[in-house]
């Protein structure tokens, strides 16, 4: 029994000593890791560690006024593989040699750059070269594109055994593609560096967000980072722009500079009583004979403004009480001299107007009218004129949120540091040694519009984050009343004549939907800095003005340069554009009802709608809206007639494969008619199809094209 306790005393003391011995070991090592290899081992936890990793912010979005995405962020990426990852060599690289082949195959196939051959090839000699950054595509793919790269062979089995890599950037995608392109702006490659032009740098600060600051440390062989300042994403801006209306507008000048083969072209469409700008289109003709926005020149632009100036000429005389609309004006022959100088009227090859009231030398146009108008007033003293001009805040810097934004250049002539010459008052009476971007323009006519009250033109509505508010934008008036009231009924009452009068030199813009007024603007600009004899001489034609004329809600300009087929015309060239664009917005944004439209006796018909033929259900679903009658038999395509008392269809079959009969129909309904035979669609025109190239009831071949036109 002694014996027996003495060896369990013998084992428990070998076990405590060696407990013991382990402990003073593992306490000698922690002396020595904390005083003798502190710093090799701070230095090699060092080199596993990375402090002050920049954390990105979302960059905020831009916004229509009805909250449609314009400016976006998105995620895009670079992607290579690291060939060094020990699983591709691990037992003789049977990893890499089963999937090499695969591989090449789905890559081939999904980026459709090279062969499956030449992947193989270049992968290989990469992977046997052991480079550790091989670019698998050139060009940066989609989150979409990531996720399906990811489920390809070998790369489906993760980072560490494929050695799949990806480059993370941002990409800012604007929807809408060039719908206000130049006006939103862009962003430059390297996004730190912000806002390039437009919106998106005028708003920099506010779209850009605050970076974050992070720390990336191995932890257990696995890299983690951890976030130690969050970042803060970018504000939300919301524009004025109306996409809507911002399509009408682009598409009513593109169709009119192609028309024209014109060099650059401007729209910019503003609410009169509020200043919000609606739409504007910056368009310039390129190399190819394309057009895209590639400067915001609405703003930008300083050029002579031609004849759409004339009125505020008259607006000085009048205001003034130098002359009244009702005078008589002696215009001659069309032509007059100034010193050496002949100003001409537009119309002196045919004799010009002579004598005609003052009202119809702006609904004429008449150079010769307007400049002696201006100097039997103001040709002893200039500078009563230019002092009007400014007192009329004609001259005065507007701060809109478009960088690059030019002020006005009115000259006076008490400014010793330009030249005043015997012909600058009457040049400038009639639009010229003057410059002045389109957008003031186009806020003096507004101005007119408003009831006199001058307000600024802006762009963005508010800027807020995460769904609350930040900061909005109201309007802002610069002067309360430009001129007389007695002067402002003038003036709009000659403004209509434009349109309406016997001598108005854009009868062609008188609407049967709206009531238009404003003035044309036809002026010559000179190629380069020798002017207009030694450098040449181009056009620019132009129209402002505002509809509806009697309760004015929307204030337009339409500038048009360089147009190089037909005769310059500001009231054929732009008008026809303003015009379009005004029909059209009326269209969408009136609130009238169809019972307060006057009946129109011109139609055979008037209680009765025109309809176009198609699918049945639409336009049931619209007669029914409207409480109108329709007789039919309810089938899916139809052919409606008008009679007196209702609207009448007739069934319309297709069978088989035969070419069916789309007259009659709408895009839509045409369009999707061919493409279910498989046939490809080309659309011209708008309204409803009024001819086809391919005779209804043959037979269709898949894959033809098929011409339609729209009335």
């Not at 132009?542 to 147009?563: K, L």
């Not at 669609?681 to 033809?704: D, E, F, M, W, Y």
């Amino acid at each position: 029994m002694a014996d027996k306790r003495k060896n369990i005393v013998l084992r428990f003391g070998i076990v405590y000593g060696i407990i013991c011995l382990s402990f003073v070991a593992v306490i000698y090592k922690i002396a020595v890791i904390q005083f003798v290899e502190r710093d090799q081992w701070m230095a090699l936890a060092a080199q596993s560690k990375k402090t002050d990793i920049v954390v990105k912010p979302n960059r905020g979005n831009i916004y229509a006024c009805d909250g449609r995405l314009m400016a976006s962020s998105i995620p895009t990426y670079y992607v290579y593989m690291d060939l060094r990852v020990p699983a591709l060599h691990e037992k003789g690289g049977i990893l890499f040699k089963e999937n090499i082949d695969s591989v090449a195959i789905y890559l081939s196939s999904f980026f459709k750059d090279k062969t499956a051959f030449e992947y193989k090839t270049t992968i290989t000699k990469a992977y046997n070269t052991g480079k550790g950054e091989f670019q698998l595509f050139p060009k940066r793919i989609s989150y979409a594109q990531l996720k399906q790269l990811k489920t390809f062979p070998l790369f489906c089995m993760g980072r560490n055994k494929s050695g799949l890599i990806t480059k993370e950037l941002l990409k800012r995608v604007k929807p809408f593609g060039s719908l206000a392109s130049r006006t939103i702006g862009d962003i430059y490659a390297d996004e730190t560096k912000g806002g390039k032009n437009g919106i998106e740098l005028f708003f920099n600060q506010q779209l850009l967000g605050t970076s974050g600051v992070s720390i990336r440390q191995k932890v257990a062989n696995t890299y983690m980072e951890t976030v130690q300042v969050e970042p803060i994403d970018g504000m939300d801006i919301t524009s004025t722009i109306d996409i809507d209306l911002q399509d009408i507008a682009e598409k009513a000048l593109l169709d009119s500079l192609r028309s024209f083969d014109a060099g650059s072209g401007y729209v910019i469409l503003m609410e009169t009583h509020s200043g919000e700008v609606k739409a504007i289109v910056n368009m310039q003709q390129n190399a190819d004979k394309t057009y895209s926005e590639n400067k915001n020149g609405a703003v930008s632009d300083l050029v002579e403004p031609g004849s759409t100036f004339k009125v505020a000429s008259l607006m000085v005389a009048l205001d003034d009480n130098k002359v009244k609309i009702t005078d008589s004006i002696d215009t001659g022959n069309g032509v007059y001299e100034y010193g050496t100088a002949k100003m001409k009227d537009h119309n002196a090859h045919k004799g010009g107007y002579h004598t005609i009231s003052v009202a119809n030398v702006i609904h004429a146009s008449s150079n010769v009218g307007i400049s002696k108008i201006i100097t039997r007033a103001y040709g002893h003293k200039p500078s009563e004129f230019v002092d009007k001009l400014y007192e009329m805040k004609l001259n005065e810097r507007m701060d809109l949120e478009i960088p690059g934004t030019a002020a006005p250049q009115i000259d006076h002539p008490n400014d010793k540091s330009k030249y005043w010459s015997q012909t600058k008052l009457p040049w400038m009476s009639i639009g010229y040694e003057t410059q002045i971007p389109p957008i003031y323009t186009l806020a003096f006519y507004n101005a007119i519009a408003n009831n006199g009250k001058l307000i600024k033109p802006f762009f963005v509505k508010s800027i807020s984050k995460n769904g609350q508010l930040i900061q909005s934008f109201e309007t802002e008036t610069i002067k309360e009343s430009i001129c007389k009231p007695t002067t402002l009924r003038d003036i709009r009452e000659v403004l209509l004549g434009v349109i309406e009068g016997k001598l108005g030199t854009a009868h062609n813009m008188k609407s049967k939907y709206v009531r238009i007024a404003g003035k044309t603007g036809t002026a010559q600009i000179s190629k380069g800095a020798l002017g207009y004899k030694s450098g040449g001489k181009t056009h620019q034609v132009s129209f402002c003005g505002y509809f509806p004329a009697d309760d004015p809600q929307y204030t337009c300009i339409v500038v048009i340069r360089e147009p190089r087929i037909g005769y310059p015309s500001g009231g054929k060239m732009a008008g026809s554009v303003f015009k379009n664009v005004a029909e059209r917005v009326m269209a969408l944004k009136s609130n009238r009802k169809p019972n307060t439209f006057e009946v129109d006796t011109i139609l055979k018909f008037p209680l009765n709608p025109y309809t176009k033929s198609g699918y049945y259900k639409a336009l049931q679903t619209v007669m029914t809206e409207l409480k109108l009658p329709i007789a039919a038999n309810p089938t899916e395509w139809i052919k409606s007639t008008i009679n007196e008392k209702e609207i009448r269809s007739e069934a319309v079959s297709f069978t088989g494969n035969k070419i069916p009969d789309l007259t009659g129909m709408g895009a839509k309904d045409a369009v999707y008619l061919a493409e279910r035979m498989g046939l490809y669609v080309r659309v011209q025109g708008h309204g409803k199809v009024i001819s086809q190239n391919l005779t209804p009831g043959t037979v269709a071949k898949k894959g033809s094209m098929i011409s339609i036109n729209l009335q």
